[in-house]
Every structure is written in structure tokens, then in C-alpha cells.
């Protein structure tokens, strides 16, 4: 490996003449020996040395420490300090240009030489530092998402080029500022120390023109070892596209709901219309199974499956003769036969639709039994949906309590007798329970 170019900035000249051959004695090239300040510039700009050996006191308006800082900073070179002063006023103004080195004259050659190798290896690793800083800044101003960065005072010490179109603040206007007159949400009154590391969190940002932007954004620590010191970074991102496209699809989904039931509302009013005699009795069916289901703790989704499923669970009833229907005399066992097959009627007409609830299950279901004595698979209990088994209580109290062409009305109490002495037979317990709960202790009306 080649040894390190040194260029010697000294205005003694005898002195100069020996740290000249002290330093190609130990192996090292001089690219120059010069005297002033602004010598060690255009030396520089002809061959640049990988170090300079830099005396503080130099003749001409330049001394040596006002020159290591154009050396360092614009050439990227280490400079090691060389002087015959060593008071302390001096070394205050040496200090502060972060020298690589310093040797008080005079010195030997083996001191020279391991502060030549320090100061170069010192100098490698500043630079590949300076690099990765760099190349990081470089990710951080290009990245899409806006970057803030605050030091261990909740300063602003970094601020990436969408954190600063977003907020409205450019750099010079944004560094060293509190983070909130820089950041500044609607809810204000929450800092990012109050923010769950790593977890997402939305807000509304108010830029400087009072532009609202609805953001994304998380918070995490910086590591206290760092350089920075400890401090956050705040990662957000704009999400007014994402809400727009949230927003259409609810109104998308709410207008598809708003269809639905108008589909379901038309089909059970043309049931109704075959049936004038059960008129409104899939209505309210659909709204005792709904407060049972409400009764059970099921979800707004389940419910509104549930609620849709009653309001047209006897569909099939399209396929009966409408003689059956209104018949005024008991049914013959042939008669119902025929009306048993509604279920499974109207399983066949809605299973190619497809519902966000399995509705023509359900409505296949609702004349199942726990103990399997219904119809039209004779399932049990573990086998019946629940919304189905919500559905057999409701239609049978309602059945019950409503007149029919073949017979009067039993009545409320006697439904309710109906379902209480076969609970747990016929019926599921729990259903029965939510069901009597609603009418005997909180006055549930099927009005």
C-alpha cells in the first residue's frame, strides 16, 4: 500500500526543511512546502495531499487555524496542528476546528508518524460516515412519506422535502422550531411523546395556509447512544385519496343496501299479496327475531342478515296454491305436505343470490328443530344455524298469536306456552329465554 501524501504548511524555513525530510524519511510524499495561508489553497487546487501539516501561527493576513477549516470542510482533508504555543487560549481556538491531530514542538519522528497515521484513519472514518449520512439524507428527501425528526428538546432537526410541502414550512423556516408550530393537528393538545411507539394513528394536519390534510402517521424513539442524542422520528403520510375512496365506498355500499332492502321489502309485499291472510307476518317475524338476536349479543352485520332473512323467510309459500293458502278448514295431510315444501321452495329460488349472510340457509332452516323432528333435513340442534333458530321461535309466536283463515288467534300467552314447554326440545333455550325476557319483562310488542 502507498504511503500518504503530506503536504507541510510552515513559514520558518529551517523548521520547514527538517519536518520536510522527517516526513520522507518516514516513507511518507510531500506535495509541498509552503508558507501562508493562501498558498495552502492553490497548492491544494494543483495536488491535493491526502493530510496537511498545518503550523497556527503563519505569516500573511491567514493563520494556520483559519485555514484548517476551509481544509477540512471544502477539500475533505485531515489537518494535524504543529506550533510552538501551547498556552490555552490557543488550543481553545484549535479545538474548535476539530484538528485530527496536534504536536508541540518539537517532537520525534516516531510521535510524527503514529499522529500522521491517527489523524488518516480518524479522517477514513469521518468521510465513510459523512457518506452514509449522505446517502441516507438522500433516502430520507426522497422517500414518499413526510419525515420529522426532534432532538432530546423537541426541536425540529430534520424535515424531509413532503414534510415540508405537507406542513407548508420549508427547511430554513422549519429547523429548530417546537414541533407543534411546525406539526400542528386538530388535536393539538397531544404531543408525540404521548403517542404509542410504532402504532398508526390517524389525525387531521393543518398546514400553514389551514389546509386540513387527514394523515397517517406513526412515532418512534430514537436510540439515546446516537450522535443526535435522544429524540423522535415522525413518519406520515397524506391518506385523502384512501379516505375519498372509504367514503365512496360506504356510499357505494350504503346504496347497495338501500336496493337490497327495497328487493326484499318487494318480495315479501308480493308473498303478501298471495297471502292476504298472513299479511305482515314475515314484518313482524323480522322484528321479534330481531330484538331476540339484539337479546343475544349478536353483531349489527349478524342482525341485519337475520332481519332480512325473516322478512322473506316464507318466500316459498309463491309455489302453494293460493287455494291452500286461504283455505278456511283444516288442511288435509296431503294440503300440508304441500305447504311444508315453502322452505325448501324458497331455498331453491334465493341460493343463486349472493347475499352477505347465508339467507337461504336460513330460510331452509327456520322450520328445523333442536331434537330433529322438523322439517325439511330433520337437523339438530349443532346442525341449525342460529339465526335460523332465532327464526323458528319468532314465526311460531307470531303464528300463534295472529288469526289464520283455518282458526282464530291462540294469543300472546299462548304462544309464549307454546315455546316455554318445549324449550330445549323443540327450541333452543337460549332463543326462548331472550324471546320471554323481551315480551314478559321489558314489554316487547309484535305491533
Same mark, same amino acid.
Given at each position: 500500500m502507498s504511503k500518504a501524501r503530506v503536504l507541510i504548511v510552515e513559514d520558518e524555513n529551517l523548521v520547514a526543511r527538517d519536518l520536510h525530510n522527517m516526513v520522507r524519511?518516514?516513507?511518507?510524499e510531500v506535495t509541498g512546502v509552503v508558507q501562508t495561508g493562501e498558498e495552502v489553497i492553490a497548492s491544494l487546487n494543483q495536488k491535493k495531499p491526502d493530510l496537511v501539516l498545518m503550523d497556527i501561527v503563519l505569516k500573511g493576513k491567514l493563520d494556520g487555524i483559519s485555514v484548517a477549516a476551509v481544509v477540512w470542510e471544502e477539500y475533505c482533508i485531515p489537518v494535524v496542528y504543529i506550533t510552538s504555543f501551547a498556552d490555552d487560549l490557543t488550543f481553545e481556538r484549535a479545538k474548535l476546528t476539530e484538528p485530527f491531530g496536534y504536536l508541540i514542538k518539537p517532537f520525534e519522528e516516531r510521535e510524527l508518524e503514529l499522529t500522521i497515521e491517527t489523524a488518516l484513519y480518524k479522517a477514513r472514518m469521518q468521510l465513510l460516515l459523512r457518506e452514509?449520512?449522505?446517502? =441516507?439524507?438522500?433516502?430520507?428527501?426522497?422517500?414518499?412519506?413526510?419525515? /420529522? *425528526?426532534?432532538?432530546?428538546?423537541?426541536?425540529i432537526s430534520f424535515i424531509n422535502p413532503v414534510a415540508q410541502r405537507m406542513t407548508g414550512l420549508d427547511e430554513k423556516q422549519a429547523l429548530g422550531r417546537k414541533f407543534e408550530q411546525v406539526f400542528r393537528l386538530k388535536d393539538q393538545n397531544r404531543q408525540p411523546a404521548d403517542f404509542e411507539p410504532f402504532s398508526l394513528r390517524e389525525s387531521v394536519l393543518i398546514s400553514k395556509d389551514g389546509q386540513e390534510i387527514p394523515i397517517e402517521q406513526t412515532?418512534?424513539? =430514537?436510540?439515546?447512544?446516537?450522535?443526535?442524542?435522544?429524540?423522535?422520528? /415522525? *413518519?406520515?403520510?397524506?391518506?385523502?385519496a384512501r379516505k375519498k375512496a372509504e367514503r365512496e365506498l360506504q356510499d357505494s355500499w350504503a346504496r347497495l343496501q338501500r336496493a337490497l332492502q327495497g328487493t326484499i321489502q318487494a318480495i315479501s309485499i308480493t308473498i303478501e299479496m298471495r297471502d292476504p291472510y298472513t299479511a305482515g307476518h314475515q314484518r313482524r317475524v323480522a322484528k321479534l327475531a330481531e330484538a331476540i338476536g339484539k337479546e343475544l349479543g349478536m353483531s349489527e352485520a349478524q342482525l341485519e342478515g337475520l332481519k332480512l332473512a325473516a322478512e322473506i323467510h316464507d318466500i316459498g309459500k309463491i309455489y302453494v296454491p293460493s287455494e291452500i293458502l286461504s283455505k278456511p278448514t283444516k288442511l288435509t295431510e296431503l294440503e300440508y305436505t304441500i305447504i311444508k315444501t315453502h322452505p325448501q321452495a324458497g331455498h331453491e329460488i334465493l341460493k343463486t343470490i349472493e347475499f352477505p349472510w347465508p339467507i337461504a340457509e336460513i330460510v331452509l332452516q327456520h322450520h328445523e328443530r333442536i331434537d330433529g323432528s322438523g322439517y325439511p333435513r330433520g337437523l339438530k340442534n349443532g346442525q341449525i344455524l342460529l339465526e335460523a333458530r332465532i327464526l323458528a321461535v319468532a314465526d311460531v309466536v307470531e303464528a300463534m298469536a295472529s288469526h289464520r283463515p283455518y282458526r282464530p288467534a291462540f294469543g300472546l300467552d299462548r304462544a309464549l306456552e307454546e315455546i316455554k314447554l318445549n324449550r330445549g326440545r323443540l327450541y333452543g333455550p337460549d332463543e326462548v329465554d331472550a324471546c320471554v325476557k323481551l315480551i314478559e319483562q321489558k314489554g316487547f310488542s309484535l305491533e
Open positions: 524519511l518516514l516513507g511518507y452514509k449520512e449522505q446517502w =441516507l439524507s438522500t433516502i430520507l428527501r426522497s422517500i414518499g412519506d413526510g419525515i /420529522i *425528526v426532534l432532538n432530546s428538546e423537541g426541536l412515532v418512534a424513539p =430514537l436510540p439515546p447512544d446516537m450522535a443526535v442524542g435522544p429524540g423522535q422520528v /415522525i *413518519v406520515f403520510r397524506d391518506i385523502t
